[in-house]
């Protein structure tokens, strides 16, 4: 009995603070869902299942990657991380606003994609959409990458070892050691790229508006 006593602020804590409003939101929303899969919702309900569904994947693995490749203690490195971090660190508002500059019709890349023969992307339907999408994953890989490398330190060397005493390569330990214990730290930078690309829609503000003709139309910024 005393250690549910001593559990017990915490509880009631996480019960007037965490379940009790969740449990509230989930009740109050559910008779909204009709509301939402309406025909006028459609596009926007279809704009946000893709870009969860493009930009969640892409985040782990540019994520993973940049752990994989920054994973050590060299000083150089170091400066490395910081860079790759640095997004994380600024708000969305002026991540996505130094892509509006580079981007816009007077900026520095229009005269680069003219010569290659290609339009300005947030002219266009699918360009747009991947340049939100792409904005969106730069700016959260970074964190992941933080994650990715906490989990990767803390595999046991000595099972790593092991592996290259037997003949491993590099792809195979990452394979079969690596990447089955980062599980845990995979599922959950899943659940927070997944709610990320749920709530975030700063850079659409700034970025598109949701347009061309509701091709980024999310529906937290139609909300």
Sequence with gaps: MRPWLFLLPTLVFLAAFTYVPALRIALEGFPALPELLTAEN??????????MFLSVPLSILLGLLAALALEGNGHFRQWVRALVFHPVVLPTVAFAAVFLYL?????PLEGFLRGLGLQNPLGDPLGAFLAVVLVGVLKDAGLYMLYYLAGLQNIP???????RVDGASHALIFLKVTWPLLTPT??????????????????????TKGGPVGATDHLLYRA
């Design 42 to 51: 459609a596009n926007s309900v279809r704009v946000t299942v893709l870009y």
């Design 103 to 107: 981007l816009n019709p007077l900026g």
């Design 186 to 207: 995979t599922f959950f930078v899943g659940v927070m790229a997944a709610l990320g690309a749920l709530r975030n829609v700063d850079h659409i503000f700034i970025l």
């Design 157 to 163: 060397k000595e099972l790593i070892e092991a592996a």
